[in-house]
């Protein structure tokens, strides 16, 4: 029989499919123009152009990215508890620590005050084998270099999870990443790049028309393409702490940890 986690992973492969097939009907559609900025008087000689995403993707992407953020989390305290001792599967988890609460400071007291929040992590992984403890210690976020490996996608995983689980859907949004913009006006074309990622509203070309080739340059004479691969981005927190991220390969990221996880934490 196939342990639990190992099949909560499986249906997280399976969420990820039928996201994917979402994704590309949406990208294939390439829902995006450029919309002109009207500026300052300042800069009035600059014309301004950002990116205006014309349809979004189904809200029921969110929906699925939600279910397969459960499903790998939920695989992570399904094997937690599996290592664990009987009388602690009601208290066993995988504890995830985006901070570091077991800081000292020269004084030698805890720069984290949440003692809530040490105890808990405690409780987790109580009783579990010494080696499994120190896999699982190892993996948080606070003992790694942020953006690499596990730690950053354990960070991503909880931040989505918080997210779906306690306020609203995952917030997913189109855009472009490594664009290309064509301004053509009264026979003068200028090319340029939108490196990166560029979502709704972000800039995406600006010109100054100047001299008398360009004079009363009205709006009707020029045009701009903007062409480039439509990408989705999930957005995990909220006003200055919002962060974004690539969807594709987000989540891949979390598959590959997953597996790698389950598999070092197997043997106990």
């Known amino acids: 029989m196939t342990e639990s986690w190992r099949l909560k992973a499986e249906r997280a492969k399976h969420h990820l499919q039928d996201i994917y097939t979402m994704m590309r009907t949406y990208e294939a559609s390439h829902p995006y123009t450029a919309e002109r900025v009207v500026q300052p008087k300042s800069q009035k000689h600059i014309w301004r152009y950002v990116l205006r995403v014309t349809e979004q993707p189904d809200p029921m992407l969110s929906i699925l990215i939600g279910d397969f953020i459960h499903n790998i989390r939920s695989a992570l305290d ?7 001792a009987p009388n602690r599967w009601s208290s066993a988890g ?9 800081a000292h400071d020269a004084q030698g007291n805890f720069v984290v005050g949440d003692d809530d929040a040490r105890e808990s992590f405690l409780s987790r992984i109580k009783g579990m084998d010494e080696t499994a403890k120190t896999i699982i210690e190892s993996l948080q976020p606070y003992c790694n270099v942020p953006g690499e490996g596990e730690a950053q996608t354990l960070t991503v995983l909880s931040r989505l999870e918080n ?3 306690h306020r609203s859907l995952i917030a997913v949004g189109g855009g472009v ?3 290309t913009t064509i301004v053509t006006a009264r026979g003068d074309r200028l090319e340029q790049d939108a490196f990166g990622y560029r979502d709704d509203g972000a800039e995406i070309a600006k010109f100054e028309p100047t001299g008398p080739a360009f004079a009363g340059l009205t709006e009707a004479e020029v045009n701009v393409e903007v062409s480039g691969p439509t ?3 999930i957005y995990a927190g909220r006003g ?14 979390m598959v590959v940890a997953l597996d790698g996880i389950l598999t070092s934490l197997e043997p106990y």
């Not at 200055?240 to 990221?253: F, G, I, Q, T």
């Open 231 to 233: 990408v989705i981005a």
């Open 177 to 179: 990443k490594n664009g």
């Open 163 to 165: 997210a779906d689980k």
């Open 240 to 253: 200055e702490d919002r962060v974004k991220y690539a969807a594709r390969p987000c989540l891949d990221s």
């Open 94 to 102: 995988f504890p995830i620590s985006q901070v570091d609460i077991w």
């Open 78 to 84: 399904h094997i937690a508890v599996a290592i664990s």
